[in-house]
C-alpha cells in the first residue's frame, strides 16, 4: 500500500511531516536526482509558507515585545548620554576633550532620537554605532569613564529592537498576504503525497543504498501521524454516534 497522509491530518501535523521531511532529505547529497532536487525545493517553499500563515493565525505579541524592548533601549540609551556628560566634567582635559567629540556625534544623530519611530530611531542609532567604530571615535570612547561598556549594552539593545521590529514587518506582511493556513496545507501535503512519498517510496526498493535510510526514516514518521489521525477521526464518530442515538432511541 502506497505511503500518503491521510486526509483528516490537520495543519500542525502536515506542517511538522513537511519539516521532518526537509530535514532527513538534506542530511543527504540529492544533487544527482534532478526529479527529487525540484519537489525537495517546492516543499522547502511551500513548507516556510505554511509556517508563516500558521504564525498568522495566532496570538500576535509583537507590539508588546516591541514595547518592551524600546523600554530597555531607552534607558540605555539615556544612560550611555548621562555617563558621556559626565566625561565632559572630567578634571582631565584630554578625556573632557573626547567627550564632547563624542557628544558632538550625539547631537549630529539626534540627541533625543530614541523618542522616534522604530524605523528612524533603529537607523538612526545604527548610523551612530559605525561612527563610533572609526578609529579616532574608537580611541575617544576608549578613553572615557565607563563609555565603552555603555557602547556595548547600546549595541546589543539596538541589534535586539531591530530584530523584533523585522520580525514584526514580516508577521505583518504575512497577513498581508492571506494565505489561509487551512488551504496551504493541501499545497505542502499534495507535494508530500504526489511527488515525494511515491517516488521515495519506489527509489528506496530500486535503489535501496541510496534511498531506503533516508525513506524508512520519512515513513515511519508519517505512519505515526496517520495512527493519530486515525484514533482522533474514531473518537469523533464514536462521539456522533453516542449523540445520534438518544435521538432515535426518543423517537
Known amino acids: 500500500m502506497t505511503l500518503q497522509i491521510l486526509s483528516h491530518a490537520d495543519t500542525n501535523e502536515i506542517g511538522s511531516i513537511a519539516d521532518n521531511t526537509v ?27 505554511l509556517t508563516a500563515a500558521v504564525g498568522v493565525v495566532r496570538k500576535n505579541d509583537f507590539t508588546q515585545q516591541l514595547m518592551i524592548q524600546d523600554a530597555i533601549f531607552d534607558q540605555v540609551f539615556i544612560g550611555f548620554k548621562q555617563f558621556v556628560t559626565a566625561n565632559t566634567y572630567s578634571l582631565d582635559e584630554d578625556k573632557a576633550k573626547n567627550a564632547e567629540v563624542i557628544w558632538e556625534n550625539l547631537e549630529a544623530h539626534d540627541l ?6 522604530y524605523e528612524q530611531q533603529i537607523f538612526l542609532c545604527q548610523s551612530l554605532l559605525n561612527e563610533f567604530d572609526k578609529p579616532k571615535n574608537k580611541a ?3 578613553s572615557l569613564d565607563g563609555v565603552s561598556d555603555q557602547v556595548v549594552l547600546l549595541k546589543t539593545h539596538n541589534d535586539s529592537l531591530r530584530t523584533i521590529f523585522q520580525e514584526s514587518k514580516i508577521d505583518e506582511a504575512a497577513k498581508a498576504e492571506g494565505i489561509a493556513a487551512s488551504s496551504q496545507k493541501h499545497v505542502v501535503r499534495n507535494i508530500l503525497n504526489n511527488d515525494i512519498l511515491p ?38 464518530e464514536n462521539q456522533m454516534e453516542e449523540e445520534i442515538l438518544p435521538e432515535e432511541t426518543n423517537n
Request: proline fraction near 1%; avoid cysteine.
Open 23 to 49: 530535514q532527513e532529505l538534506q542530511k543527504s547529497d540529492w544533487s544527482t536526482d534532478l526529479y527529487l532536487n525540484t519537489n525537495l525545493s517546492s516543499l522547502k517553499t511551500e513548507a516556510g509558507v
Open 112 to 117: 533625543n532620537l530614541y523618542r522616534l519611530g
Open 140 to 142: 575617544a570612547i576608549a
Open 199 to 236: 517516488y521515495m517510496e519506489v527509489m528506496s526498493k530500486a535503489k535501496p543504498t541510496e534511498y531506503a535510510a533516508s525513506y524508512n526514516v520519512i515513513s515511519e514518521y508519517v505512519t505515526s501521524i496517520n495512527i493519530k489521525v486515525k484514533a482522533r477521526k474514531t473518537r469523533s
